[in-house]
Structures are given as structure tokens and as C-alpha cells.
């Protein structure tokens, strides 16, 4: 239990297992008056001062964020995601109530009650997160997941399916109808190869165990690859890439790396320009400055409206329209893994039309360029 000033001997005993000193005008007696009122609670508690910084926390939060300790109210809101605020109390200054969601476990929701204490020196937010992941409320939000799943599944499954029937009962079917529903199978059986791979990587973030290595990987290839991968998956695609040869190598797994840019490519040529022919660019750029390299995947698709950027790399929803409802879970994978591997992803609208979907990773200071 964090306890930054004074408090009980057993405060100051985990004080050292904690987080560093952060000093704060935040009183012991205070510290200690809300001690004893939290530290049997189960749900996991934080308290932080009027500076932000997190004084205090009980057993379960410890537990909760055992891993990496949590050192400000703004790192711990940054750890989840809202979804919806829970009812009329989040509209008062001292108290709120939503509903948040792990930035890297799926299907797991908490309920976060915010309430502040106290004036001036002595004033205190108290946060309280209360997982909620098995309770009837959140049955709607699991059915939606599951049942968006199921689309994904059924799709290719169906035409597997039904193509391999017909090859297998009609055999007198002429040579082009049967390459074509060969390829149609094959294109299908594709499908749902990425699908599974993106499902074990959200089993893998679920248990917390998706731990990417971490060497030099040549993004070069990786996006040939995915370029070469994706317009087996879309012959009839028209897709570019850019500044491979000389590019520089990233720290990263080369697996997610090469996944992530498969991953916005499909999202991209799924989302094609009032029928027009699909037309994507993937592009690899260097910032010096920064010490990233970045991967664009530039097409002519719909622009985003108000909001879209960031929700396209959620988990879809069966509600999902426009632009969200054909990317499915090939953004929100992309991401998780590129910030698994310490970088970032966006989206945003082009300049002139379509959109553009990325992802930065570092560059590697050791490996040479490609």
C-alpha cells in the first residue's frame, strides 16, 4: 500500500516495496483516515492528492496492477478505455460513475467510481474500480462481441463450405468453374487463417500474456510480405509499396510487425470507394527526430467521421456502421500489438480523399539498414 507520509507501521513497511517518495501536501492524518476505511474494501482503491500524484492503495489494487504500479490519476485513467457513463451522477464535479475497459484485455470491464474529498491542501480524489466482467449487465456487451465473432467465423466457413460440396457432389463441373470455386475456397480458407491468428492474439491479451520479443526486425520485409499475403487474399486489388528497400530496421517481433501491417491493409481494401477499384498504398517513413519508424497504409475509402479514428481501433460492435463495420477485429489486433512492442498506431483522414491507418515503431540504433 502506497503511503507517502507518516501513516501505520505497516503503511510505511509497503511504502518500500512501492512506488518512489513523491512528496505532497496531502496530510497523514488524512492518509490514515481513509486507510482504514479501504484497505478491507475488495474492490481496488487508489487515492491521489490534489497534485495527481497516487498516495494510497489497498490490497486489491495492488494486486490489480501488481505488475506496473500505478503513479498519477492521469496513468491510471490512460490504462482504460470508457465506454459509457453508468448514470446521472457523472455530470457532478465531486462524484462520477463509467464504465472502463483495460486498453489491453478485452472483454474485461470494470465499473469506476471517482468521488473527491476535502479542500485545498488536504483535497483528495478517490478512485474505486469494481470488476463487473461476470455480472448481468455486461450480458448485452458480451453477446455483441460474440455475436460479431460469429460473423467473422461464418463468413468463410459457409463458403468453404458450400464450394467443397459442390466440387465434391459435381464432378462433371467444367475447368473454369471449378478453378473458380477452388480459388474462391482457397481465398476463403486465407480468411479465416488471419482470423484465427488475430483471435490468439486478444486469448493471449485476455491472459495477460502476450509478451512480443524484442530485436531488429527488417519492417521492409515485413511489408513485402504483407503486401505479398494480402493481394493473394485481394487479386484484383491494386496495392503500392513504398520505401522498402532502404529501410531502416525497428525493435519488435517481426511476427506482429508483419501481422499489424496485414491487419490495416485488409482493413483498407475492405472499405473500397463507392465501388471503385480498390487502390492502397503502404508507405515506410523515417523520423530521425524521433527515432520511429512509420508505416502508412494510405487509401481512397470513405473519410472518418467525428469520432471513427479513434473507435476504428476498437473491438467492432454489432451496431457498427460505415467504415467500422468492415475492418473487424484486424485494427484492434494491429494496435495491441504495436503498443505491445512499444510504439503507436492512428487514423486519420487523407487530404483529398480516404483515409489514412499507421503505426510507429522505434528504430533499431544497432542493426544497418536493409
Do not use: K
Amino acid at each position: 500500500m502506497i503511503d507517502q507520509q507518516g501513516g501505520g507501521a505497516r503503511g510505511r513497511s509497503r511504502s518500500s516495496r512501492s512506488q518512489g517518495r513523491v512528496r505532497s501536501s496531502l496530510a497523514a492524518p488524512v492518509l490514515d483516515g481513509i486507510r482504514a476505511v479501504v484497505e478491507p474494501l475488495p474492490e481496488a482503491v487508489l487515492v491521489a492528492d490534489a497534485a495527481g500524484a497516487i498516495r494510497l492503495t489497498n490490497d486489491a489494487a495492488d494486486r490489480l496492477f501488481g505488475a506496473s504500479p500505478v503513479r498519477t490519476a492521469d496513468d491510471l485513467l490512460s490504462r482504460f478505455e470508457t465506454t459509457t457513463a453508468l448514470d446521472a451522477e457523472a455530470s457532478r464535479p465531486a462524484s462520477a460513475r463509467t464504465m472502463v475497459s483495460p486498453r489491453h484485455q478485452p472483454n474485461t470491464w470494470f465499473r469506476l467510481d471517482r468521488a473527491s474529498l476535502g479542500e485545498g491542501e488536504d483535497a483528495a480524489t478517490i478512485y474505486v474500480l469494481r470488476d463487473v466482467t461476470a455480472t448481468p449487465d455486461l450480458g448485452p456487451e458480451r453477446e455483441a462481441f460474440l455475436g460479431v465473432l460469429s460473423h467473422e467465423l461464418r463468413t468463410p466457413l459457409t463458403t468453404i463450405y458450400a464450394g467443397s460440396s459442390v466440387l465434391a457432389r459435381r464432378p462433371w463441373l467444367s475447368p473454369p468453374a471449378s478453378r473458380t470455386l477452388a480459388r474462391d475456397i482457397s481465398s476463403e480458407a486465407a480468411r479465416l487463417y488471419d482470423l484465427v491468428e488475430n483471435l490468439l492474439v486478444i486469448a493471449r491479451l485476455e491472459r495477460r500474456i502476450l509478451q512480443p520479443l524484442d530485436e531488429a526486425v527488417d519492417i521492409g520485409r515485413a511489408v513485402e510480405s504483407a503486401v505479398r499475403l494480402t493481394t493473394e487474399r485481394f487479386p484484383d486489388a491494386r496495392v503500392t509499396s513504398l520505401g522498402t528497400t532502404a529501410a531502416p530496421r525497428v525493435r519488435g517481433d517481426a511476427t506482429y510487425v508483419e501481422q499489424a501491417c496485414r491487419n490495416l491493409l485488409m482493413a483498407a481494401l475492405r472499405a473500397p470507394a463507392g465501388g471503385e477499384e480498390s487502390d492502397v498504398t503502404i508507405r515506410i517513413d523515417v523520423d530521425a527526430i524521433a527515432d520511429e519508424v512509420a508505416v502508412r497504409v494510405l487509401d481512397r475509402g470513405p473519410a472518418l467521421v467525428d469520432g471513427e479514428g479513434e473507435r476504428l481501433y476498437d473491438l467492432p460492435t454489432a451496431t457498427a456502421g460505415g467504415r467500422l463495420s468492415t475492418a473487424g477485429v484486424g485494427p484492434y489486433v494491429a494496435r495491441q500489438a504495436v503498443e505491445a512492442m512499444g510504439g503507436r498506431a492512428w487514423a486519420r483522414n487523407r487530404r483529398g480523399g480516404g483515409v489514412e491507418m499507421g503505426f510507429a515503431l522505434r528504430g533499431d540504433p544497432v542493426a544497418p539498414a536493409a
